[in-house]
């Protein structure tokens, strides 16, 4: 469904995006997961065309995409990482203003605005202007807008930071209901909990580069389902096994406390990082 060839992303001597070569298919929940200034922000205003790749091409449906292209720009709905509404309009004019941009007629947008502010629950606050909303309810508002004009695809940037863990899960709730839908959905987060309980794959990036692909129970089991957890001379020490007796043993064999428990997104992603490190380290002989 949108498939990166190549992509490159240089802002002058910064490279946010490095040789991203990834396919994303028709209804997956994918998610790409990084920390601050991965380029997961990159990644999501090239695909919604707002600054061109450096170098490659980025197909949706098969089509190749450019910024004058409305048709690609129907088939996508983009909730970007901070605030696009109108501060100054109503939910139900944030909408119907949404609408008017894509080419809906009058009968329609009315229908749909309000078929998604019951969808994202804020029919009753429909009236209120967006300077007004929580957090939590302009994220909502943002999906609902992402949504006015009936995409296939969804792109969502860091669609649950900075809420609270009820909202958070509101959101993942609707996430879930569009994927039912046969929605494709793309999303960055940060949040590791909130990939492996939502996302059908994931993508890791560091550093501009994709580092691993899989679904998330995938990436536990090739990184072994049991860790071993310590803290030894200054640092946290982590140690991966199939068995979680063989982690026991081990554990049992240290001068030190330590825990056992089930490996997490959060410690494959550690240890890829630590990984891609020492193999830095090596290449520069350090
Ligand atoms: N318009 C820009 N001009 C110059 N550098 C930029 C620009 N946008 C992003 N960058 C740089 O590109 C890199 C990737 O940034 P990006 O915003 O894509 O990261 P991110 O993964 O979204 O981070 P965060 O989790 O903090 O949102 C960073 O080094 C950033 O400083
Ligand atoms: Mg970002």
Request: net charge negative.
């Given at each position: 469904m949108i498939v990166y060839s190549d992509i490159v992303k240089q802002y002058g001597s910064i490279?946010?995006?490095?040789?991203l070569n990834l396919e994303i298919e028709k209804g997956e929940i994918f998610g790409l997961l990084g920390p601050n200034g991965a380029g997961k922000t990159t990644v999501m205003r090239m695909t919604s065309t707002l600054t061109p790749p450096t170098s490659g091409k980025i197909f949706i449906g098969g089509e190749e995409i450019d910024r004058d292209s409305a048709a690609i720009k129907n088939r996508m709905g983009i909730v970007p990482q901070s605030s696009n509404l109108?501060?100054?309009?109503?939910a139900w004019e944030n909408l119907e203003y949404h609408g008017m941009l894509y080419g809906m007629n009058k009968k329609d947008r009315r229908k749909r605005a309000e078929e998604l502010l019951d969808f994202v629950g804020l029919l009753d606050r429909k009236?209120?202007?967006?300077?007004?909303?929580?957090g939590g309810m302009k994220r909502k508002m943002m999906i609902a807008k992402a949504l006015m004009h009936r995409p296939e695809i969804i792109l969502m940037d860091?669609?649950?930071?900075?809420?609270d863990a009820a909202i958070r899960r509101k959101i993942w709730d609707l996430i879930r209901e569009l994927h039912a839908q046969g929605m494709t959905v793309f999303l960055t987060t940060h949040y590791l909990d909130e990939a492996q309980m939502l996302c059908t794959r994931v993508g890791m990036i560091h550093e501009g580069r994709l580092v691993k692909t899989g679904t998330p129970e995938e990436m536990i089991r090739e990184a072994g389902r049991h860790v071993l957890e310590y803290y030894q001379d200054g640092s946290t020490h982590q140690q991966f096994f199939t068995e979680r007796s063989r982690a026991l043993e081990r554990g049992n064999q240290l001068s030190v406390g330590f825990q056992v428990r089930e490996t997490n997104l959060e410690d494959v992603f550690i240890r890829l990082t630590n990984q891609r490190l020492s193999e830095k380290e090596n290449t520069l002989g350090m």
């Open positions: 490279t946010a995006v490095s040789h109108e501060d100054d309009l109503n009236n209120d202007i967006a300077r007004h909303y929580s860091e669609p649950t930071v900075g809420l």
